[in-house]
Each structure stands twice: as structure tokens, then as C-alpha cells.
């Protein structure tokens, strides 16, 4: 293998030139498609955040009456309690 590669001669600066072009253009090409993807992902994740603080402010607030009829003896967290867990094995499925 490093034979061919010492046989094979270097081309002359004025036919490589196009072929260094292309492949900064290749290279520049993948650089933008790799930061396309991120860019779609954290767009993504940033999205998928918002509905988790927006669910875990209405859980808040659920909780709260909760909270309030715990002083008075009574309790009602067990069933909010399996309806948040059957939300979050929605989500998962």
C-alpha cells in the first residue's frame, strides 16, 4: 500500500486546484449539515422542556388542594399519584 501511494506522483498545482476547491466545499457542506441537525435537536429538546414545565406546573397546582385538605385529614395524594404515573408511561409509550 505505501508503495502505490510513494509510486503515485503529486499533481501539478494547476490541476489540483479544482480538486482542493471541491473538497472545501465538501468539507464546508458537512459543517452545515452537522449544524442543521443540532440546530433541529436542541429545537426539539428546548420544546419537549416547555411541556414538561407545563405539566409540571399543572401538577403543581393540582397538588396544591391536595395539600390544603391534607391538614384537615383528609388525603387524596395516592390517586394523583397514579394518574401522574400513568401520564408519564403515556408519554414513554
Given at each position: 500500500?505505501?508503495?502505490?501511494?510513494?509510486?503515485?506522483?503529486?499533481?501539478?498545482?494547476?490541476?489540483?486546484?479544482?480538486?482542493?476547491?471541491?473538497?472545501?466545499?465538501?468539507?464546508?457542506?458537512?459543517i452545515l449539515i452537522y449544524?442543521?441537525?443540532?440546530?433541529?435537536?436542541?429545537?426539539?429538546?428546548?420544546?419537549?422542556?416547555?411541556?414538561?414545565?407545563?405539566?409540571?406546573?399543572?401538577?403543581?397546582?393540582?397538588?396544591?388542594?391536595?395539600?390544603?385538605?391534607?391538614?384537615?385529614?383528609?388525603?387524596?395524594?395516592?390517586?394523583?399519584?397514579?394518574?401522574?404515573?400513568?401520564?408519564?408511561?403515556?408519554?414513554?409509550?
Amino acid at each position: 500500500m505505501t508503495t502505490v501511494l510513494a509510486a503515485a506522483p503529486a499533481l501539478p498545482l494547476h490541476t489540483a486546484g479544482p480538486y482542493v476547491a471541491a473538497a472545501y466545499i465538501v468539507f464546508v457542506a458537512v459543517i452545515l449539515i452537522y449544524v442543521a441537525i443540532m440546530a433541529r435537536r436542541l429545537s426539539r429538546i428546548q420544546r419537549e422542556l416547555r411541556e414538561l414545565e407545563r405539566e409540571l406546573h399543572v401538577d403543581e397546582e393540582l397538588k396544591a388542594p391536595v395539600r390544603q385538605s391534607e391538614r384537615h385529614g383528609q388525603s387524596e395524594r395516592h390517586g394523583q399519584t397514579e394518574r401522574h404515573g400513568e401520564r408519564a408511561q403515556e408519554r414513554i409509550a
